[in-house]
């Protein structure tokens, strides 16, 4: 039977051992993760990626962003699934991870919660979307920090002031929410109306804006 000196020794190298494989593992995940970096800049340089996309941190929630060649196509909120699944079918199969290409939107969209930016100067990809959508979401675009329109006046603005359903449907469904701040346009004669990243975020960004009191 080991002596308890013996017992000792051999839990102190036991717990080196496993420190040494702790920081070899460590190691190995912070090269693969920069190879990986590497790879995709590499990837988009060459042409051989058409969606590059990171998470951020924010106040409101973990966002996917996701840039084409074109700009922004796609902020996420948390709850949204297979959202790189549905770039590449609908964007291209060609995506990649990158903070490398993500990071001018990721810098913009903390500078913007942290209430130092209030325009937004990375291009956007509307591409894939079409019609009076497209037109909706433009009109939607130049809706300054710290005002709102009502659905009546953004259908207006996009060709068809009696499409404010429309309109309605097409903020719903925006894909670059926040940079295309839809949270920006409310119900005519009062409310909030919807917001499809829910309406205690819409809350949220009114109130960070200041369009909306700490009571409302």
Not at 37 to 51: I, K, M, N, P, Y
Request: glycine share 12%; net charge neutral.
């Amino acid at each position: 039977m080991p002596s308890r000196t013996e017992r000792a020794g051999n839990g102190d190298e036991a717990g080196r051992v496993a420190g040494d494989l702790r920081l070899l593992t460590a190691g190995a995940e912070d090269r693969a993760a920069r190879a990986a970096e590497r790879l995709a800049e590499g990837a988009e340089r060459a042409g051989l990626a058409d969606v590059l996309y990171a998470r951020t941190d924010s106040p409101i929630g973990t966002l996917l962003v996701a840039v084409s060649r074109h700009g922004l196509v796609r902020v996420a909120f948390p709850e949204e699934t297979d959202v790189e699944q549905d770039l590449a079918d609908t964007v291209s199969p060609r995506i990649l991870h990158s903070l490398w290409a993500t990071q001018d939107v990721r810098r913009e969209l903390d500078e913007y919660f942290d209430g130092l930016r209030h325009r937004f100067d990375v291009p956007v990809d509307l591409s894939g979307v079409h019609g009076f959508t497209r037109k909706v979401l433009r009109a939607t675009t130049r809706i300054p920090f710290g005002s709102v329109l009502t659905y009546t006046q953004v259908a207006g603005k996009a060709g068809n002031r009696r499409a404010s359903r429309a309109a309605g449907n097409a903020l719903h469904a925006n894909p670059i929410p926040i940079v295309v701040p839809c949270h920006r346009v409310v119900r005519t004669g009062g409310g909030l109306g919807g917001y499809g990243g829910t309406l205690p975020r819409k809350v949220a960004l009114l109130k960070l804006e200041g369009a909306l009191g700490e009571d409302g």
